[in-house]
Every structure is written in C-alpha cells, then in structure tokens.
C-alpha cells in the first residue's frame, strides 16, 4: 500500500509517499477527525469534524455523541486499523483561558496488525488550530 505522505510535500522533483502502514493508518485517523461532515465533495458521510466540539455545550452527553460519530466515521473511511477507543474527557482536556477560548484533546487509541497498538491525539482550539501528537 501506497500513500501521500503528510504534510505534502516534494522529494527528489515527485510527490513524497510512504509504505509505512503505521503512517498511512495515523494520516487517515487524522483526516478524518480534521474533515468536517459535508465538507467532501460527494461523501457527505466523511470526517468526525473535531472543530465542531467547541461549539457545543460540553458535557459528557456531548462526548459520548461525538465518540459514537467519529468512532463510526474511522471505522468507514479507514480500512488499515482497528480502532479500540476514542477518548475525550471533560476536566483535564478542556481547558478556558481569560479571552473565552478553549482548547480540545480527543485521543484515538487504534491497532495496526503486525504493528501493535498506537495513540494518535488532536488538539484544537478555538482559533481552529490543529496539532497531533502520536506513538506506537
């Protein structure tokens, strides 16, 4: 399997790839949680639409919605993982600074056969700022 390499790039005058299926897996789960619902051009069912979250009353109802949802979109647009959970809590991942904006952690815990199991997690803020931290 072949893929993109993110962030796009170039090497040696051609788009940069990878084969690594640990890479390709962490790229999908991200894509998906960045792309917001409708945002895709004929697949209005694509992406979990994390920026979505800060704008919505956040309590544990919320959180178990938006898991539900974005465990259901990874699960249908990523094929080379398996996802064992997605973890958003309310006190330490949420956090409100003195100017009203608040910033996320969402934490995707996925399996890669052959690999092991990995963490992949995204944080946004209010300015829709995203940033990803990951490890096998």
């Known amino acids: 399997m072949k893929s993109i390499s993110i962030p796009f790039r170039f090497e040696n005058g051609k788009v940069a790839d990878t084969t690594d299926i640990g890479?390709?897996?962490r790229q999908r789960i991200g894509d998906v949680l960045a792309t917001r619902g409708y945002e895709r051009v004929m697949q209005p069912g694509y992406g979990a639409g994390i920026s979505d979250l800060l704008f919505e009353p956040l309590d544990p109802l919320v959180f178990a919605?938006?898991?539900?949802?974005a465990l259901s979109a990874i699960n249908e647009n990523v094929s080379v993982a398996t996802i064992n959970d997605?973890?958003?809590?309310?006190?330490?991942?949420?956090?409100?600074?003195?100017?009203?904006?608040?910033t996320l952690k969402v934490s995707v815990v996925y399996s890669v056969p052959n690999l092991g199991t990995?963490?992949?997690?995204?944080?946004v803020n209010t300015n829709k700022i995203l940033t990803e931290e990951s490890a096998f």
Do not use: F, H, L, P
């Open 65 to 69: 919605d938006y898991k539900i949802d």
């Open 118 to 123: 990995a963490t992949y997690t995204v944080t």
């Open 86 to 102: 997605i973890r958003v809590k309310e006190g330490d991942s949420v956090q409100y600074n003195d100017e009203g904006q608040s």
């Open 23 to 25: 890479t390709i897996a």
